[in-house]
């Protein structure tokens, strides 16, 4: 038997898998052989290495995902249920037709919370209007809460603005040179989701041009744009 | 029960809880479980994002199926099983390739005497070892992951991947030959 067969047989030589008079062949020939003896010394390394490979932490954003899918809402209905990444859930589509009101609004809200919790990697700070109960969370290492109430939900934490836009146009740019490689069911997703969050950004800002300081509105703009920012640098980054 | 109240709660208790419909049980339970299914699913699939979407996959089937779960197996083990289980469908719905690669792909593992250097590695990095598990062919790593990290047995092995113990165990001694490759060219 050449080097070859024997080296075929040193897993099952370090797992004990071997019946006797096999090991015993085994165990000659790497007494003799270097070349083998190396390898056998590096399988069982590698062996006793990968028993001892640690355990990963998810990122917080799974529970709060996993969390928005099964707590019973007093709507019954689940908060946040955005489209989760890449899984191709879309957007609920928006009819050109609607016009801003209350609905719209709510609808726009649950969308831009769904999309902003799935995007961003830490914890969010959900704060509803008005304020009834809602559900407090304790992980084991930090206090998060969820907050429900009519479904409403606005993702609040001020950003710079320009900074952001900034940020979206280097990260179109970057994506219009790398979309040629994409397949047609990603640039699909791509379009559905920037033409929902763009379709969302202008109603806001039209709303912004009229009602300059309504606050709520500001928060719809502002989590829309992180979102917008969120997708953009997941699709970069393809 | 509070949410202190849960905190030496065995699984058996928490699962019971979590049945009726106890999120801050079944959070306790998530809290408990959630690094050894994510790690898994991260090896197993070899990217974080996936990996984050298949730990929710399977904490939300963990959540839907816990009636079912009998209680005299261990909670631990019928966890792993499903989410080796899910990965598994996984990989199938996307067509990943599980057989082995062709003879040709298979002898480029083993080493003709005289071809290289014949010192054993002095050391394996952890990170490195992670890295090159992660650049194992899914078949390979699936295999390599499953019994060398997890302690599945090769006839488990057959059994989830459908294929025979042969082929589990010589799938496993590739993956470990690749390994070394990688981590000796690194090295
Ligand atoms: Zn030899």
């Excluded at chain 1, 047989?9 to 898998?17: M, N, P, Q, R, V």
């Excluded at chain 1, 954003?61 to 709507?75: F, M």
């Excluded at chain 1, 990444?85 to 809200?109: E, G, Q, T």
Aim: glycine letters at 4%; one cysteine or more.
């Amino acid at each position: 038997m050449g080097c070859l067969a024997y080296q075929e047989k040193i897993s099952d030589y370090i797992d004990g898998l071997l019946p006797i008079p096999e090991r015993q062949q085994v165990e000659a020939h790497l007494s003799t052989c270097r070349v083998c003896h190396a390898i056998y010394q590096d399988l069982v390394m590698i062996c006793e290495a990968s028993r001892n490979l640690p355990d990963y932490e998810p990122s917080e954003v799974v529970w709060q995902r996993i969390l928005a899918e099964i707590a019973p809402s007093g709507a019954g209905a689940p908060i946040a249920r955005g489209p989760r990444w890449p899984v191709r859930r879309f957007l609920p589509p928006m009819s050109r037709s609607l016009r801003w009101h209350p609905a719209w609004a709510v609808a726009a809200l649950l969308v831009i919370v769904g999309v902003t919790a799935v995007f961003l990697r830490h914890p969010i700070q959900l704060i509803e209007q008005p304020a009834p109960s809602g559900i407090h969370w304790t992980d084991g290492h930090r206090q998060l809460t969820i907050r429900r109430t009519n479904r409403i939900i606005v993702h609040k934490s001020h950003i710079q603005v320009d900074l952001v836009k900034q940020r979206i146009d280097e990260l179109q740019k970057r994506i219009e040179a790398a979309q040629i490689r994409w397949s047609p069911e990603v640039r699909a997703l791509y379009e559905r989701h920037l033409s929902a969050i763009n379709h969302c950004l202008n109603n806001c800002q039209n709303q912004l041009t009229r009602q300059s300081r309504d606050p709520a509105v500001r928060d719809v703009y502002e989590a829309t744009l992180r979102a917008k920012l969120e997708l953009l640098k997941q699709f970069a980054e393809m | 029960m509070t949410i202190k109240a849960l905190e030496g709660a065995s699984d058996t208790e928490l699962v019971a809880r979590s049945a009726t419909g106890d999120v801050d049980a079944f959070g306790k339970l998530y809290e408990k479980h959630r690094r050894r299914v994510y790690s898994l699913c991260l090896r197993m699939l070899g990217n974080p994002t996936e990996a984050e979407d298949m730990t929710q996959d399977v904490f939300m089937q963990v959540y839907r199926k816990l009636g079912s779960f009998r209680g005299e197996a261990a909670f631990t083990t019928w966890l792993h099983r499903l989410t080796v289980n899910q990965i598994l469908m996984h990989f199938r719905k996307r067509h990943v390739r599980m057989e082995a690669p062709t003879e040709d792909e298979d002898l480029k593992e083993l080493i003709e005497p005289g071809t290289e250097r014949p010192q054993a590695m002095s050391v394996v990095d952890r990170v490195a070892l992670e890295q090159a598990i992660a650049q194992l062919p899914p078949g390979y790593r699936a295999v390599f992951v499953l019994h060398d990290i997890e302690g599945y047995e090769h006839e488990e092995i057959a059994h989830l991947l459908g294929c025979s113990v042969g082929t589990s165990k010589s799938q496993l001694h590739k993956a470990r030959m690749k390994l070394r490759k990688i981590l000796r060219s690194e090295g």
